[in-house]
């Protein structure tokens, strides 16, 4: 990971007009692969009238996809891709993909899959082994962005779209963003009983995103969940797990999480910190052209915000929880060859990853982010370049509800905290085995 100095502020105006579709799909894997039939629609992009081979993505951004698979059409009119957009909502998604796998249908030969996943397809063996490719990608690709297409250490899909979190603050109540946690606790009450506002808000609610907003405080810890074999369970060791769990229970009990945190999703901290009523706020960068009064709703911040990345707790470098989609091979696909081409193509090119760039998509080529002359962006890679993969391992689902399960009431004081510790710990084994 870099050990560049962090940066500590930048004005979020220049790239406001262009950030309004970045966001997170917050999924989760399931440990058991559903029997049942998919809820969702999909649908031909109809890019082709005889594809040589089928890109399965999901349709919540149809336009950036569908631009990326026209350039690879131009470029190699012989070999055409046409793209089969599952329904925009994540569970519906890789439920559709694990449906055609079962079924040995094999109607998809690339599968554009959360970063969550890959540990869950490749031990159902439902993708290729693609660790051949690691020269084309390891000096290319964000490193997060590989971590989170490999499963004991060996790669099962290719990076292509990328996100992280960003901290959000009040340029007017505050000087400059805090680099520990500890000064961010004690910036915002203070700032908080000031003005009479709220100190934080975030993703508290009991889903997907509380295990994004824990583990970054546990990253942020020097915590690792797993060895670097993903072989055991290292949630444990140290004293990381501890300190994440203790830094949000005295924040809930001395009001620096706002009221109603713990039932709070990306939009509702989003709609309050626009409203002027937090001093701080952990989001994604989608937020930052609403608060900058670029969408339909008015923004009482929007000369009065900046953003910077999330702290840590010694204070040195920041940590960020990693999103986005990679790209795997299907193990049912006649076109082998021409989907590792394609998957190799989408992450290396960088027409390709322009594409994604110009569509507010954070792409996942370093250089796209070390040459970029807004410093907004080239924040976000930073960011990108220290961001944390959550553990793509075959279990994760059920590692995600056990933290869900056990640290919300545990933070809220509902739960013994050493037993949901413990309980996590567990749950951390058993995702190694897919249980």
């Given at each position: 990971m870099s050990e560049e100095p962090r940066p500590t502020g930048y004005t979020a105006r220049a790239w406001a007009a262009g950030a309004l579709v970045l966001g997170l799909t917050m999924a989760t894997a399931c440990g058991e692969p559903p029997e049942e039939e998919?809820?969702?629609?999909?649908?031909?992009?109809?890019?082709?009238?005889d594809p040589a081979f089928v890109w399965a993505v999901t349709g919540a951004d149809r336009q950036v996809h569908e631009d990326v698979a026209r350039l690879w059409n131009e470029n190699n009119p012989d070999q055409q891709v046409d793209i089969f957009f599952l329904a925009p909502t994540a569970d519906e998604q890789r439920q559709a993909m694990f449906q055609d796998l079962q079924s040995q249908a094999g109607e998809f030969d690339v599968l554009g899959l959360d970063v969550i996943w890959t540990g869950e397809f490749a031990d159902y063996g439902y993708i290729e082994n693609l660790e051949d490719l690691r020269p084309e990608i390891e000096d290319t690709s964000l490193e997060g962005a590989v971590d989170s297409a490999q499963w004991q250490q060996e790669l099962y899909a290719l990076p292509y779209s990328s996100n992280g979190a960003f901290l959000y603050y009040r340029s007017?109540?505050?000087?400059?963003?805090?680099?520990?946690?500890?000064?961010?606790?004690?910036?915002?009450?203070?700032?908080?009983?000031?003005?009479?506002?709220?100190?934080?808000?975030?993703?508290?609610?009991?889903?997907?995103?509380f295990v994004a907003s824990?583990?970054?405080?546990f990253w942020a810890a020097d915590?690792?969940?797993?060895?670097?074999?993903?072989?055991?369970?290292?949630?444990?060791?140290?004293?990381?797990?501890?300190?994440?769990?203790?830094?949000?229970?005295?924040?809930?009990?001395?009001?620096?999480?706002a009221q109603g945190y713990d039932s709070m999703v990306e939009d509702d901290a989003r709609a309050l910190f626009q409203?002027?009523?937090?001093?701080?706020?952990r989001n994604w960068p989608y937020a930052i052209p609403l608060l900058a009064g670029e969408g339909e709703e008015d923004s009482a911040v929007a000369d009065d915000f900046e953003v910077a990345p999330l702290p840590t707790f010694d204070g040195e470098g920041t940590t960020s929880a990693l999103g986005g989609l990679n790209n795997a091979v299907s193990s049912l696909s006649e076109n082998k060859d021409l989907a590792r081409e394609f998957v190799t193509w989408a992450a290396t090119d960088q027409e390709a990853q322009e594409i994604l760039l110009g569509h507010s998509l954070p792409p996942t080529m370093q250089s796209l982010y070390e040459d970029a002359d807004d410093p907004d962006f080239q924040m976000l890679g930073d960011i990108l370049a220290n961001a944390e993969a959550r553990p793509p391992v075959p279990g994760y689902n059920s590692l995600s509800l056990a933290v869900q399960d056990n640290l919300h009431p545990a933070f809220l004081g509902q739960e013994d905290p050493e037993t949901a510790l413990q309980s996590v710990d567990q749950a951390a084994e058993e995702a190694l085995e897919g249980e």
């Open positions: 998919s809820g969702g629609d999909g649908e031909s992009a109809g890019l082709a009238d007017d109540l505050v000087d400059e963003p805090p680099s520990t946690w500890e000064e961010l606790h004690e910036s915002g009450l203070e700032a908080a009983e000031e003005e009479g506002i709220e100190a934080f808000v975030g993703q508290g609610d009991q889903y997907e995103g824990y583990l970054e405080l915590g690792q969940l797993f060895d670097d074999n993903q072989e055991s369970s290292t949630f444990l060791e140290g004293d990381a797990a501890e300190t994440a769990l203790d830094f949000m229970t005295e924040a809930q009990e001395s009001g620096f999480f409203s002027g009523e937090a001093v701080y706020m």
